[in-house]
């Protein structure tokens, strides 16, 4: 499924200047990652309504998102007032062959096949053709939260022979595809500080994600920290290279999700702005008894308290720490963020 034949495309990229995102006009968005991102597609293909060509997402009240309303990048194309190609999917990986999960359509496989779908017409051959300007678009890579996560590294489930460096390998491997593709602007988004999430907490009470059998949560979080700590550093360092690679032909850059999400944590009052304190501990969405999904949502936040959250359930950002992370991306879109 790999795309490795580099094809030519469209000579307006010789014109692009490297990392010169204030300069240029960014007019759509692509986006491929896990629930941290997706709005309804993993809903749909659990609904037999397979997201295919053309797919149209479904916001609420149709349907909700992993972070209990709208997903960050609806806001990322309002704030930019940038059209939204999100093929983000809960429950994906980078890759169903490193770390086969729920199979999920994966960002270099499953997902990248939908982005040709919408937008490369007689893919693979010699005519092949990008239906959008490389100069007025951006990929986002926002991925590894399950890779790592349970059933995986953390439970240590993955295979004897995949290590994190083939994680981070294969996000760099799709930008790769992606560029032989036509595709010229590239972000990569840092994993998030999971060790702040209640399920790799140090608490080894049971979580709905992982109600048994009994875990150690101080291992779970010491272990998480280390896995995000680790991917971040081979991301930035793949990116880099690639970056060097690339110099005049296209930009990749990465964006400190994980520092944004430490600054939420930090200062949480400048960030949050529901009806009750800032709150980057708990989180709103309530599952009373581990151990049954139907009590789920007894004990809620209520609506007016729920942007004081930085959290939405047990390993889910809020939506307005969605909203925050979309304005700082539409900051770094536009030449400005310090993420
Ligand atoms: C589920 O299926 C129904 C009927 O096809 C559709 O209207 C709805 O939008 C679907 N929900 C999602 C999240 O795709
Ligand atoms: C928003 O983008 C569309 C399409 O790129 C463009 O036609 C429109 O003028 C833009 N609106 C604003 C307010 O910039
Ligand atoms: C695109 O072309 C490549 C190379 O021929 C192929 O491997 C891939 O399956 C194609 N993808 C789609 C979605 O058609
Ligand atoms: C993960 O590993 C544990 C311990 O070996 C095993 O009990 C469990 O069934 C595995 N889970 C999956 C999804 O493979
Ligand atoms: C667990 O985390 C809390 C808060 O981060 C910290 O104060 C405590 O020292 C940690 N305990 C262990 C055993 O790591
Ligand atoms: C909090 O701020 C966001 C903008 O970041 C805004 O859209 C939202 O409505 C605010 N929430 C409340 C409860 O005021
Ligand atoms: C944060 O929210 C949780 C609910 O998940 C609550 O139990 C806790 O007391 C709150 N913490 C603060 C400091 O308000």
Not at 220 to 238: E, P, S
Not at 278 to 288: F, S
Request: proline share 5%; glycine share 8%; aromatic share 12%.
């Amino acid at each position: 499924m790999l795309v490795t034949s580099s094809i030519p495309v469209s000579v307006t990229l010789l014109a692009l200047a490297p990392r010169a995102w204030g300069k240029t006009t960014t007019k759509a968005v692509v986006l491929f990652g896990d629930s941290y991102t997706d709005q309804s597609r993993q809903h749909s293909i659990a609904n037999g309504s397979f997201p295919g060509k053309d797919y149209q997402e479904v916001f609420p009240p149709a349907d909700t998102a992993a972070d209990g309303g709208v997903q960050w990048p609806w806001y990322l194309g309002l704030y930019g007032n940038y059209t939204i190609w999100n093929y983000a999917t809960g429950g994906a990986v980078c890759s169903n062959v490193l770390t086969p999960l729920s199979g999920e359509p994966d960002v270099i496989g499953g997902q990248t096949d939908w982005f040709i779908q919408d937008h490369v017409s007689n893919n693979g051959t010699k005519h092949q053709k990008l239906d959008m300007d490389p100069a007025e678009f951006v990929v986002i890579i926002y991925v590894g939260t399950n890779d790592v996560g349970l059933n995986s590294f953390v439970t240590d489930n993955q295979s004897a022979t995949v290590s994190l460096a083939d994680l981070a390998g294969c996000q760099l491997q799709t930008l790769r595809n992606l560029y032989a593709l036509g595709a010229r602007r590239f972000i990569v988004n840092s994993m998030i500080p999971l060790q702040l999430t209640r399920l790799y907490a140090n608490i080894s009470a049971p979580t709905i994600y992982y109600p048994s059998p009994p875990h150690d949560g101080v291992v779970w979080n010491k272990r998480i920290f280390n896995f995000v700590h680790t991917m971040n550093t081979l991301l930035k360092n793949g990116v880099d290279a690639l970056s060097q690679e690339w110099q005049g032909s296209a930009t990749v850059d990465m964006f400190n999700t994980y520092g944004l999400f430490e600054d939420m944590y930090n200062d949480p009052t400048k960030w949050f702005n529901g009806s009750i304190p800032a709150n980057v501990t708990g989180h709103c969405h309530q599952c009373p008894d581990a151990n049954d999904f139907r009590q789920c949502g007894i004990g809620d936040c209520t609506l007016a308290e729920r942007d004081s959250y930085m959290f939405w359930d047990e390993l889910h950002p809020s939506e307005q720490t969605g909203r925050n992370l979309a304005r700082e991306m539409w900051a770094k879109l536009t030449g400005s963020s310090n993420y």
